[in-house]
């Protein structure tokens, strides 16, 4: 049976960017493998992007969205499309398209054997003080969890959708995935992927929540690391399914 693929697609005040994200997600799964469908979670938006998102989803019946009564974070959105997904993988995408869903593929690739791949943004087009904020967190985190990965800031990620509905989710912790697959003895890698700049919208973080805000988030993950509960199930009686 062919393997079933969501794109969980987070938006917050990106309704000068949703109409090319429809045209670029629908050329993508003109030409997929897997049997793909697209995800919208509107966090809450205060501009007209609900309004370009119900506009494409009429369009195509591929195209479905969620929309957040008021504005919850990153990491809400990314839950939330976990949630409503029934795919075999689930994967996002940033709306501000700096990443491009044609690497989908690089990272599906491995999948099979890896409960997580992360794209690694090569050739980041971004400015000096983000690029150096971003290097200086992701050092901070790295040291924190120990799992390796050097850019789980990057916006293109792919997981096994069963790993993904056990991480218990927490405000930032998109920044976090790796780190809690492999708290379910899960694995991971990582994969170089491009990078564009962004040419429409405005970035939504600032030297603040990509820099100390994932500090105090370390130790939040040093805290559910200690309490995390996992198990695995030797065996059980028929009567249980």
């Known amino acids: 049976m062919k393997k079933s693929f969501t794109i969980i697609v987070p938006v917050y005040n990106e309704e000068a960017n949703l109409a090319r994200v429809g045209e670029v997600l629908t050329e993508y799964m003109n030409g997929a493998e897997l049997e793909t469908n697209v995800l919208f979670v509107n966090d809450g938006s205060s501009d007209k992007s609900q309004e370009v ?7 195509n019946k591929s195209f479905n969205f969620i929309e957040f009564k008021e504005n919850r974070g ?18 996002y ?20 054997a890896y409960d997580l791949v992360t794209g690694v943004r090569s050739n980041r087009q971004d400015s000096v003080v983000k690029n150096m904020s971003s290097t200086i967190a992701n050092g901070i985190r790295r040291a924190f969890t120990n799992d ?7 916006p293109l990620k792919v997981m096994k959708t ?17 780190a809690m697959i492999l708290l379910q003895n899960g694995k991971i890698k990582q994969v170089p992927v491009q990078h564009f700049p962004r040419i429409a919208g405005e970035a939504k973080y600032h030297l603040w929540n990509r820099l100390f805000g994932p500090l105090v988030d370390c130790f939040a993950y040093l805290w559910m690391k200690k309490k995390y509960i996992n198990y695995e199930v030797k065996e059980k009686s028929g009567s249980l399914k």
């Open 53 to 59: 998102i119900e506009a494409i989803c009429a369009k």
């Open 74 to 91: 990153l990491s809400a959105a990314i839950k939330a499309g976990i949630d409503h997904a029934d795919s075999d993988y689930v994967g």
């Open 93 to 112: 995408i940033d709306s501000d398209l700096q990443t491009t869903p044609q690497d989908f593929d690089l990272l599906l690739e491995h999948i099979e």
């Open 148 to 154: 390796g990965m050097d850019d789980t800031g990057c």
């Open 162 to 178: 069963s790993a993904a509905k056990k991480i218990p989710m927490f405000k930032g912790l998109h920044r976090f995935l790796p």
